[in-house]
């Protein structure tokens, strides 16, 4: 008896090895996921694939209209408005919209800000799904809880040295916070000089797991963000946030963390976090990557 070999689905991005982008990360791990069920994931598609994921404007499209076989069913993973996030259109949107309108069965789309904002200019998606990112519980995964008696941890991760990412806002705390209450570290690209801080340069994602768990508060500066990846990975490890509130945030956070909408109330923030810490940490519920997993083969028909 011939065995059938499980369907073959293509995630149409070549990952690149971390530390890299918040994209990357969550593709990474969903890549693993789905290998781990018996699925065979290709990078590029074949007379075999049923499925085929492709990511934002990183699509060869004249390639794929000639190679994708008759069938494929095929999702759109956006992200953005990238017009919103990098603040200037540099027509990015409007070439998502182009690959979207032609190619795709229906989109994911990591949040409802994401949606919306995608609506609110007259950026039309087929078929939109919210699916959030989630992080790969093999590095991101709690710590205990804090331990009193000395100095919060506070600390703020990020690959993109995108102005949006925050960090004016992260140069205005380390010159003020006080060093007896709060110590700050940013581990990444740092955009701007950040004194007082412990900067770390971009690590892999055992290391930057490990990196979190030995901290207690999560800064999320960023602006526009429609799904961070990195305060995923951040809530997952068990860290409550202060988070601009803006983007896919307040979705991501919800009653684990407290927002602002101007960086003066930071400081107040952080004082009623540390109060309220434990309480915040046991209200953290994010996606898990098997539960993110599913969604996505549900919206790639192979669910």
């Known amino acids: 008896m011939k065995l059938r070999r499980r369907p073959e689905v293509t995630i149409l991005y070549r990952p690149r090895r971390p530390p890299y982008g918040g994209s990357n990360q969550f593709l990474l791990a969903l890549r693993g996921e789905l290998r781990r069920r018996g699925l065979r994931v290709a990078d590029d598609v074949g007379r075999s694939t049923r499925a085929c994921l492709l990511h934002a404007y990183l699509v060869d499209v004249e390639r794929l209209r000639k190679r994708l076989p008759t069938g494929c069913r095929v999702v759109h993973r956006v992200d ?33 800000y994401s949606l919306e904002a995608h609506r609110e200019l007259g950026l039309e998606l087929r078929e939109p799904t919210i699916v959030p990112n989630a992080a790969d519980p093999a590095f991101f995964f709690p710590a205990p809880a804090r331990s009193p008696g000395r100095p919060v941890r506070l600390i703020a991760t990020s690959w993109s040295d ?62 526009h963000d429609p799904c961070s990846n990195a305060l995923i990975e951040a809530l997952q490890c068990g860290l409550p946030a202060v988070y601009a509130r803006s983007g896919g ?55």
């Open 162 to 223: 995108n102005p949006g990412k925050g960090g004016e806002t992260l140069r205005r705390l380390a010159r003020e916070l006080d060093p007896a209450r709060y110590r700050l570290t940013f581990a990444g690209r740092a955009p701007v000089e950040l004194p007082g801080a412990n900067v770390v340069p971009p690590v892999g994602s055992r290391e930057l797991g490990e990196l979190l768990r030995a901290h207690d508060v999560y800064l999320a500066p960023s602006l």
């Open 249 to 303: 945030h307040p979705e991501l956070v919800g009653e684990a963390g407290l927002g602002y909408d101007d960086d003066a109330e930071i400081p107040g923030l952080l004082d009623r976090l540390v109060d309220e810490h434990e309480e915040r940490r046991v209200k953290i519920s994010v996606a898990s990557l098997a539960e993110v997993a599913d969604r996505y083969l549900a919206v790639l028909g192979l669910g």
């Open 80 to 112: 953005g408005p990238i017009g919103l996030y990098r603040g200037r259109d540099d027509g990015s949107d409007g070439r998502i919209v182009e690959i979207n309108q032609e190619l795709a069965h229906a989109t994911i789309v990591q949040s409802r």
